[in-house]
Each structure stands twice: as structure tokens, then as C-alpha cells.
T-cell receptor
Framework: GENVEQHPSTLSVQEGDSAVIKCTYS??????FPWYKQELGKRPQLIID?????GEKKDQRIAVTLNKTAKHFSLHITETQPEDSAVYFC????????????FGTGTRLLVSP | DAGVIQSPRHEVTEMGQEVTLRCKPI?????LFWYRQTMMRGLELLIY????????DSGMPEDRFSAKMPNASFSTLKIQPSEPRDSAVYFC????????????FGPGTRLTVT
């Protein structure tokens, strides 16, 4: 089955810096890659996603890039703010309707003021 | 809409007891998922339903775990008998059909088995 690896496990940056989180997946049939943000004690929430027919997607300060050949995708956060501090999870899916998600192990991002 | 509703929010029980977790998905959503989150294993999919029918239960750890969805607005995850290693946060999530792919998570149930 699909396996998703995520790095780094923790990431500390200064406010205003950029943050990059990387994930690799094992199954070339995977075609949907969402990113979820989980604040301490709260539920995971989708922040951005990308499908395999797209190489990059942006939403304000957040962007995701996908390299299908290398089977890896990355989350980029620019101009980080303290409220970006959270655990970020990548995931991959190969279902037709993208139902079954396999999650990475998470990256704890700490943005210091 | 109130979002996905889970109850109880916290459950503390003794080893060997039966535990039942409950979930009400977002109205109109036809997919429902049960996840388990632990520090060691991260976020794991246990089982998911489509139109109240279990589609994939390959993530259910063992026979002590069972899940049902008797109607479109209610699902349960039962552990019998419970063990300390079942301690985790259990999330329910739901998703609509069509073009929408986002899974909406509930607030979770923190289970502690002593």
C-alpha cells in the first residue's frame, strides 16, 4: 500500500521567514495530495491541496509543489506569522474519488516572534 | 451547519470495559471516516463508509474494534474489550460527493484506558 514520509518532524523559524515541509510517497498511482493544519488540541483542517495534473498551486502565503517523477511534494509558507504555528500533515490518495488518505507523520512548525 | 459532531469529547475507562464513540456527519455528506491519532503512529484511517455502507475497514486494528453506520446521520465506533494501548484521540470526518475532496473533521474524542 501507499506510504508517505514527511520531513522535518520539527521546524523552527523566525516570524517573516519562509518554511518548507517535504513529503515523499511510494505509489505512483497516487493522484491527490492535500495538506492539513492541526493547531494544538484541535481538529485537522485542510489548507491546500493539489492534484497530479498540476505542478504548483498557490493560495496567498501558501503554495504546494508536486514532482510526479520524483514522487515528492512540498508545502511552502512565506512570510510566516506566529499563528502559523501548528502541526502540518501531508497526505496522498489514489482512489478515484480521493477518499482514502494516507497521512504523513506530521511536522511541528514553531514561528517565533 | 454545526459541522461534524462527536461525543463524548473525553472518555476515561478501565481496561476490559466497552467503549462506544459516536459521530454525526455534516448533513448531506455521503462519506464518513474514522481515524485514530497517537504520537507513535500519527493519524491512521480505521474505516470509511459511503452511503452508510462500509467500504474499507483494512485499518481496523483487530476484532475488538467495530463500526456501524445505521443511517446517514449517525455512526458508532465500538471497542470491546478496551485495552490501555487503545488510548488515543479518535476523529470522525465526513466528505461530500461530487467535486469536493475536503474531509471535514470533528473535534475528536480523547480516549484514556487505564
Amino acid at each position: 500500500g501507499e506510504n508517505v514520509e514527511q520531513h522535518p518532524s520539527t521546524l523552527s523559524v523566525q516570524e517573516g521567514d519562509s518554511a518548507v515541509i517535504k513529503c515523499t510517497y511510494s505509489d505512483s498511482a497516487s493522484n491527490y495530495f492535500p495538506w492539513y493544519k492541526q493547531e494544538l488540541g484541535k481538529r485537522p483542517q485542510l489548507i491546500i491541496d493539489i492534484r497530479s495534473n498540476v505542478g504548483e498551486k498557490k493560495d496567498q502565503r501558501i503554495a504546494v509543489t508536486l514532482n510526479k517523477t520524483a514522487k515528492h511534494f512540498s508545502l511552502h509558507i512565506t512570510e510566516t506569522q506566529p499563528e502559523d504555528s501548528a502541526v502540518y500533515f501531508c497526505a496522498a490518495s489514489m482512489n478515484t474519488g480521493f477518499q482514502k488518505l494516507v497521512f504523513g507523520t506530521g511536522t511541528r512548525l514553531l514561528v517565533s516572534p | 451547519d454545526a459541522g461534524v459532531i462527536q461525543s463524548p469529547r473525553h472518555e476515561v475507562t478501565e481496561m476490559g470495559q466497552e467503549v462506544t464513540l459516536r459521530c454525526k456527519p455534516i448533513s448531506g455528506h455521503d462519506y464518513l471516516f474514522w481515524y485514530r491519532q497517537t504520537m507513535m503512529r500519527g493519524l491512521e484511517l480505521l474505516i470509511y463508509f459511503n452511503n452508510n455502507v462500509p467500504i474499507d475497514d483494512s485499518g481496523m486494528p483487530e476484532d475488538r474494534f467495530s463500526a456501524k453506520m445505521p443511517n446517514a446521520s449517525f455512526s458508532t465506533l465500538k471497542i470491546q474489550p478496551s485495552e490501555p494501548r487503545d488510548s488515543a484521540v479518535y476523529f470522525c470526518a465526513s466528505k461530500g460527493g461530487g467535486q469536493g475532496h475536503e474531509q471535514y473533521f470533528g473535534p475528536g474524542t480523547r480516549l484514556t484506558v487505564t
